[in-house]
């Protein structure tokens, strides 16, 4: 019941629909569509109803002390109720304090109330959007000053303070443990296998410390990851090749689905043989 898909974007839309096939799900960024026409909606509507979709938020910033706005909850909330996807998700940062935007996901301080203030947007969204979104871990260049908890012990406590599921990004995973020198395989350990809903996978580059980027294939220790994962989670998951240009054939994104689905079905394996 693992799924692997790709993330949907204008320029390969085409190539997309072409081979529907070989994609078992599409992601949509959910954010594109908050002011969108109604012949967009429509548009999404349609492929909807070819293949299973899925909304990924990008600027809610649920993981801060400062309430989430409930304007953009709201958006979200009829974007979900028009396109009906089978789960959302947002991302574990903020994207604005103090009434500034600052223009991007960034990593807030992993602290007590930082979870305290992920747990209490995630209510509210819960509310306002009829369910709460799986939660993504971000990449960031720059350990969070003021910090008292790791990565993996921010984001064990916001689960279990919120109730909310996992969406874990294997390369922003990756990337962090590069840049910070940690073990993302033990980070996979310690995760709770219940809550781990989805996963996305991307590549990124190297400028001093490796940068998700989105615009590089996946690279070797990824598609491992996604193993280790595949052999640890014990639910389906949903896997999102995330691309944001530089885009290669769409025969060579297809090949890497393709090893994508060779790496669940070997984490799946694994895990079988580990419990006989």
């Known amino acids: 019941m693992d799924r692997v898909g790709?993330?949907?974007?204008?320029?390969?839309?085409?190539?997309?629909?072409?081979?529907?096939?070989?994609?078992?799900?599409?992601?949509?960024?959910?954010?594109?569509?908050?002011?969108?026409?109604?012949?967009?909606?429509?548009?999404?509507?349609?492929?909807?109803?070819?293949?299973?979709?899925?909304?990924?938020?990008v600027s809610l910033g649920l993981a801060s002390t400062a309430r989430a706005d409930v304007r953009r909850l709201a958006r979200m909330a009829r974007l979900v109720d028009r396109v009906r996807p089978e789960f959302w998700s947002e991302h574990l940062a903020f994207v604005r304090g103090g009434g500034v935007e600052i223009g991007h996901l960034a990593a807030p301080p992993r602290t007590e109330s930082t979870v305290d203030g992920a747990a209490a947007n995630l209510d509210r969204a819960r509310a306002v959007v009829g369910s709460a979104p799986l939660v993504e871990n971000i990449a960031t260049l720059i350990d969070p000053p003021g910090s008292d908890l790791d990565e993996g012990e921010w984001v064990r406590a916001i689960l279990s303070a919120s109730g909310a599921d996992l969406l874990l990004d294997l390369h922003n995973l990756h990337a962090n443990a590069v840049n910070f020198g940690f073990d993302a395989r033990d980070f996979i350990r310690r995760l709770p296998e219940d809550r781990i809903g989805a996963v996305h996978l991307a590549g990124g580059k190297w400028i001093g410390r490796l940068l998700d980027d989105h615009l590089h294939d996946v690279p070797d220790e990824v598609y491992d990851l996604l193993e280790r994962t595949a052999a640890h989670a014990s639910r389906p998951l949903t896997v999102i090749l995330e691309r944001d240009g530089n885009y290669p054939p769409m025969e060579e994104l297809i090949a890497q689905l393709d090893r994508a689905r060779s790496a669940l079905r070997a984490g799946r394996r694994a895990r079988e043989l580990a419990r006989v």
Request: proline share 6%.
């Open 6 to 57: 790709l993330g949907w974007r204008p320029e390969i839309a085409a190539e997309i629909f072409a081979r529907l096939d070989g994609i078992d799900v599409v992601e949509v960024i959910a954010d594109d569509y908050f002011e969108a026409p109604s012949r967009e909606i429509r548009a999404l509507r349609t492929l909807a109803a070819q293949v299973p979709v899925v909304l990924h938020g």
